[in-house]
């Protein structure tokens, strides 16, 4: 992991197109602006993990037999 130190309205540059902003600290709290192409996702990381997490249940093999009762109607 690359560890970097910023400080307000400092910011750092991801893949030569994704802006990353200090907006705001406050005590604990560090507010982080994000700009970034459209195409690229942004997530908190504990949305993402609900999301790979929808994903893998709907791939597994109950998700899959229900689709090929689906199907065979």
Do not use: C, H, W
């Not at 030569?16 to 996702?41: F, R």
């Amino acid at each position: 992991m690359l560890t970097l130190s910023r400080k307000k309205n400092e910011s750092l540059i991801v893949n030569n197109n994704i802006e990353v902003t200090i907006l705001d600290i406050k005590g604990d709290q560090v507010k982080v602006g994000i700009s970034a192409p459209k195409e690229v996702p942004i997530y908190r990381k504990e949305i993402y993990l609900q999301i790979q997490d929808a994903n893998q249940n709907a791939t597994s093999v109950e998700g899959l037999e229900g689709l090929k009762v689906l199907f065979k109607k």
